[in-house]
């Protein structure tokens, strides 16, 4: 009897670790769609266009140094620049942004 018992024990074990291991891959999976969804939105909204190591590469070849607000200001820029040639696209019926928009 003590070994039914036993052995029903272990399923039961088996069974709940199995039901961990499905949660915890649904909440990986819900963790990183979010992430995705927060870096469309960022990028829509404006977000991080620049690459900053870039930025801070060109300006060094210059012999000159940087604010740590020159990346921020300069992505601000870009932004502005491609919302300008996006509305100028529309504008013209057009639904691709061309070089001559900017």
């Not at 801070?56 to 932004?79: I, P």
Request: without cysteine.
């Amino acid at each position: 009897m003590a070994t039914a018992k036993k052995a029903t024990a272990k399923k039961a074990t088996a069974k709940k670790a199995t039901a961990k291991k499905a949660t915890a891959k649904k909440a990986t999976a819900k963790k990183a769609t979010a992430k995705k969804a927060t870096k469309k939105t960022t990028a829509a909204a404006g977000g991080n266009v620049v690459v900053a190591s870039k930025i801070r590469e060109a300006v060094k070849a210059q012999d000159v140094r940087m604010s740590s607000e020159f990346v921020d200001a300069v992505n601000q820029h870009v932004n502005e620049l491609i919302a300008k040639a996006a509305e100028r696209a529309k504008d013209n019926k057009r639904g691709t942004v061309r070089p001559g928009d900017l």
